[in-house]
T-cell receptor, first 114, second 113 residues
């Protein structure tokens, strides 16, 4: 199993550009989510999805959009990149949210906005 | 609201030393508790978990016990190795109201040979 695959691994954007961070999992997990990791702040939830066609906002959703058209894919779109969005982004999935399944994380996308 | 507090790092130890990384939580109801580990340049990996009071999670020589009376889930290992150098995250899954994961800020461990 490939687990959770994120692309790209690194990206540099100019302020105002848009882009999509890709996330795919092959474990038939219901629950998928996007986090950003910033120094001293741990992981903050951006958006999440409990199944295909269902998405919701996390604690820091502004400037990001998501969609979940299939169980496998959960792309994160940056609408108009800002320097404050410079971060490491992680996609994570879980069989179900409830229970002790825990998360499987992707290897991350390091994004720099200049 | 629900929260997780971890001891600040970095924690620097010599090889074969005893490790404790403190984690306390605030939550309503009965959350599930987790420890994740992040090696350099990688995503987080689930290290161990516990879902109810007095449960002990263990993996790769690491242990943590769910202590409801002290709202703690401290991570311990009897003898660390250089390969244990990483960032360790404590997390909880809330089980009342809106279900969600809450992560601590992480504790960096550096083990010296």
């Amino acid at each position: 199993n490939a687990g959770v695959t994120q692309t790209p691994k690194f990206q540099v954007l100019k302020t105002g550009q848009s882009m999509t961070l890709q996330c795919a999992q092959d474990m038939n997990h219901e629950y998928m989510s996007w986090y950003r990791q910033d120094p001293g702040m741990g992981l903050r939830l951006i958006h999440y999805s409990v199944g295909a066609g269902i998405t919701d906002q996390g604690e820091v959703p502004n400037g990001y959009n998501v969609s979940r058209s299939t169980t496998e894919d959960f792309p994160l779109r940056l609408l108009s990149a800002a320097p404050s969005q410079t971060s490491v982004y992680f996609c994570a999935s879980s069989y179900r949210l409830l229970g002790d399944y825990g998360y499987t994380f992707g290897s991350g996308t390091r994004l720099t906005v200049v | 609201g629900d929260s997780v507090t971890q001891m600040e790092g970095p924690v620097t130890l010599s090889e074969e030393a005893f490790l404790t990384i403190n984690c306390t939580y605030t939550a309503t109801g009965y959350p599930s508790l987790f420890w994740y580990v992040q090696y350099p340049g990688e995503g987080l990996q689930l290290l161990l978990k516990a879902t109810k009071a007095d449960d002990k999670g263990s993996n790769k020589g690491f242990e943590a016990t769910y202590r409801k009376e002290t709202t703690s889930f401290h991570l311990e290992k009897g003898s660390v190795q250089v390969s244990d150098s990483a960032v360790y995250f404590c997390a909880l899954l809330t089980t009342s109201g809106t279900y969600k994961y809450i992560f601590g800020t992480g504790t960096r461990l550096k083990v010296l040979a």
